[in-house]
């Protein structure tokens, strides 16, 4: 029979916006985060990392917030560009090693 | 520095052969994680390997099997395969800190198609 895949959100842009990929994580000891992104053909490319003892990281063009009361993560990429288009993924690690957890991932389409 | 390293970046196989995957991480680096990416799954995590112990394992089946030789290359073996292990499988590094929780930086995967 036919595959279901995920139903991946889309997050549609105009260039030059800011964009806000939100994830709700699962686990509450979860203690460290990060935000791949991920073009078609390729692994997962590192953009960004955060730690439960912080609640705000910033770098190049990007943003990530993190609330520990909700388990919300968000990353904010600022005047995104066509290049920002990807998949994007959270990630979260529990301890005891580099286990991750992933999210479903957000489809990032930026409009010219 | 060069970046993960994966072989083969594409291999058909048929349902009950096995496979094995190969993964060289970045120089320096002595976790290995394994992934698997499907469209109906997402990524899930296989197995980690850290100085030639597998450090954590995932919800997989026994027939997904793996090790780490004294380099820090990695290897994955699939045994009697089915159709559904069809995916892309990454590899994953990270620095030598030791304690988990060091950032992974991936490779390109390998794409396994089973008939």
């Given amino acids: 029979g036919e595959s279901v895949g995920l139903h991946l959100p889309t997050l549609s842009v105009q260039e030059g916006d800011n964009s806000i990929i939100n994830c709700a994580y699962s686990n509450s000891a979860s203690d460290y985060f990060i935000w791949y992104k991920q073009e078609s053909g390729k692994g997962p490319q590192f953009i960004i990392d955060i730690r439960s003892n912080m609640d705000k990281r910033q770098g190049q063009r990007v943003t990530v917030l993190l609330n520990k009361t909700v388990k919300h993560l968000s990353l904010q990429i600022a005047a995104t560009q066509p290049g920002d288009s990807a998949v994007y993924f959270c990630a979260e690690n529990a301890g005891g090693g580099n286990k991750l957890t992933f999210g479903t991932g957000t489809q990032l389409k930026v409009e010219l | ?115």
């Fill in chain 2, 1 to 115: 520095k060069a970046g993960v390293t994966q072989t083969p970046r594409y291999l058909i196989k048929t349902r009950g052969q096995q496979v094995t995957l190969s993964c060289s991480p970045i120089s320096g680096h002595r976790s290995v994680s394994w992934y698997q990416q499907t469209p109906g799954q997402g990524l899930q995590f296989l197995f980690e390997y850290f100085s030639e112990t597998q450090r954590n394992k995932g919800n997989f089946p026994g027939r997904f099997s793996g090790r780490q030789f004294s380099n820090s290359r990695s290897e994955m073996n699939v045994s009697t395969l089915e159709l559904g292990d069809s995916a892309l499988y990454l590899c994953a590094s990270s620095p030598p800190s030791g304690g988990g929780g060091e950032t992974q930086y991936f490779g390109p995967g390998t794409r396994l198609l089973v008939l």
